[in-house]
């Protein structure tokens, strides 16, 4: 009798794991494809007819390591959270637009609360083709506010993990609410290592649009963080609010920014400003904040900056406190121009470095004196209407005083400059008292 009752249990028991098994489309998925479709799910799982998920998390969550989730044409309202390494790879018309979105990420720097509506955890090397990242549903008080930053995909490493992969072809738009203009949040793709242990994170940034940022279209930061950003377009209004940067790469991330077309990253308040350097606080179309820097402060790698188009940017190229070869871009303004434009713009230090620490504690300012270089050669620069103020090319600017609340100039840039076409500015080419030849 007790063998009968044994047996009965154990019939009992396979009778359930073969439920669970047809019940999990992932277990019955031929090969290592999971398909998302809006609707009804199908327990084959083999194309986006018979989806077997109607939701991306959903799919990521039942995905095995290297799978690869196709994201088939529809609106799916969600954020999406990944800690394992896939392939996530979408038709044409398929949308991640949620409507709220919660806190699901910290900003390894700051601690800051991040809400992103893709993030990649440290640990995962993740690869992101077609998808369009929508963020126009969404207002700060569905998250918490402006305290937190709003980003449409976010790729973190720590001190416990590496991340990595590419974003190509993807579609990342609207990471600007208006309740929270202003206040310099709001991402399309944010790639950091934070500044803990020996971190680093690799990544790919290839042929995406990206528009409607609050802050900057794509941002590589930290020490250990390789972006290799190449043929993106990022597009943008002027606006009052906030200066814009296209792409910003800084506080130690380096990597080349080759054949981007960046547009209209403009802060048309600059004429109020209290800044006594109000360069500083220009949008521009690519700036490079500490990029290169190691450890200790000191720029161990240069970035390269090339056969870019940067059209009505208020600051074409900007290079603060990096390594740099600025080559071969092409700068313009249709007409009128912007008064006090700038097609490169470098220098040792802004008047913000102050507030910003290497890895070692010591803030850019006093990591600045171990000076960098800054080559800008073969750029076309033409501004057609000659705006009132503009420079072709303005590097070494130590020209300004520090008041209560900003940092004196520091630093000194070693400078190159030849072969470049300048035309259509008021002021070619000016190399002031920061700089060294």
């Not at 072809?169 to 803990?196: L, M, P, W």
Request: one cysteine or more; glycine letters at 12%; a negative charge.
């Amino acid at each position: 009798m007790r063998r009968i009752i044994l047996l009965t249990g154990l019939t009992s028991l396979l009778v359930a794991l073969v439920t669970m098994v047809a019940a999990d489309p992932a277990a019955m998925a031929s090969g290592s494809k999971l398909f998302v479709a809006p609707g009804t799910t199908h327990s084959a799982d083999t194309s986006c007819s018979a989806a077997g998920y109607n939701s991306i998390q959903s799919a990521v969550t039942a995905a095995r390591s290297g799978n690869t989730i196709e994201v088939c044409t529809g609106v799916y309202a969600e954020q999406v959270k990944i800690t394992k390494s896939l392939t996530v790879k979408a038709a044409a018309g398929a949308i991640i637009r949620p409507t709220t979105a919660l806190v699901n990420a910290a900003d390894e720097d700051t601690a800051l609360p991040i809400v992103a509506i893709v993030a990649v955890e440290p640990g995962a090397r993740v690869n992101i083709s077609g998808l369009t990242v929508d963020g126009s549903l969404i207002e700060s008080n569905s998250f918490g506010g402006c305290a937190d930053n709003f980003i449409g995909i976010l790729y973190q490493a720590n001190a416990t993990g590496t991340v990595s992969g590419t974003i190509k072809g993807a579609t990342v738009e609207n990471t600007n609410s208006t309740a929270c203009q202003g206040d310099g949040y709001g991402d399309g793709i944010f790639v950091q290592a934070g500044s803990s242990g020996t971190p680093s994170a690799s990544m790919h940034l290839i042929g995406n649009s990206v528009s409607g940022y609050g802050k900057n279209g794509i941002t590589c930061v930290d020490v250990g963080t390789v972006c290799n950003i190449t043929h993106n377009k990022i597009t943008t209004s002027p606006t009052a609010a906030v200066a814009q940067n296209g792409i910003q790469t800084g506080f130690g991330a380096v990597g080349p920014i080759t054949n981007n077309t960046i547009t209209g990253n403009f802060w048309t308040a600059y004429a109020s400003d209290t800044n006594p350097q109000p360069q500083s606080d220009y949008g521009a179309g690519i700036l490079l904040y500490g990029a290169g820097i190691n450890a200790s402060g000191a720029v161990s790698k240069s970035t390269s900056v090339s056969k870019n188009t940067l059209s009505n940017n208020q600051i074409g190229v900007q290079v603060v406190d990096s390594e740099a070869s600025v080559a071969r871009n092409t700068i313009t303004e249709s007409s009128p121009g912007i008064t006090d434009s700038i097609g490169v713009y470098g220098l040792g230090c802004d008047a913000y470095c102050g507030y910003f620490n290497a890895d070692n504690g010591k803030t850019l300012t006093m990591t600045a004196s171990m000076g960098q270089t800054a080559k800008v050669t073969s750029n076309k620069i033409n501004f057609t209407s000659t705006p009132s103020g503009s420079y072709g090319i303005w590097l070494g600017d130590n020209s300004w005083t520090a008041p209560s609340g900003y940092y004196p100039p520091a630093g000194s840039e070693r400078v190159h400059v030849s072969g470049n076409s300048i035309s259509g500015v008021a002021n070619s080419i000016l190399i002031g008292g920061g700089a060294k030849s």
